[in-house]
Nanobody, 127 residues
Framework: QLQLVESGGDLVQPGGSLRLSCAASGFALAYYNIGWFRQAPGKEREGVSCISSIGSSTNYAAAVKGRFTISRDNANNTVYLQMNNLKPEDTAIYYC????????????????????WGQGTQVTVSS
């Protein structure tokens, strides 16, 4: 059964760090582009970062570039999101998702292109 499970969300002070994990089961994560998205109360879901199956190339939203790092551990079928220098505006539910496999396509933040989603993990940045 295909499943994505996020973990690692927490309450953290501004300037702090968290590492989110996205554990996949039921499919080999290495063959798919994987994205991290977030949704704050009253706002639309937005792309944060993604990593491609091809050469593990990465994309980042402008708001997180330089602070967040996405990586993958294919042996453990897990994708990580390292978040540093967190800000209150990073507060949201964070979701990982699998992009529908298209040969040669690099990852992007097109929501409609993602076919499987995790349940989300809450990140709260507050003093």
């Amino acid at each position: 059964q295909l499943q994505l499970v996020e973990s690692g969300g927490d309450l953290v002070q501004p300037g702090g760090s968290l590492r989110l994990s996205c554990a996949a089961s039921g499919f080999a994560l290495a063959y798919y582009n994987i994205g991290w998205f977030r949704q704050a109360p009253g706002k639309e879901r937005e792309g944060v970062s993604c990593i491609s199956s091809i050469g593990s190339s990465t994309n980042y939203a402008a708001a997180v570039k330089g602070r967040f790092t996405i990586s993958r551990d294919n042996a453990n079928n897990t994708v990580y999101l390292q978040m540093n220098n967190l800000k209150p505006e990073d507060t949201a539910i964070y979701y990982c998702a699998r992009q529908t496999r298209v040969l040669g396509r690099r990852c992007d933040f097109s929501l409609a292109a993602y076919d499987s989603w995790g349940q989300g993990t809450q990140v709260t940045v507050s003093s």
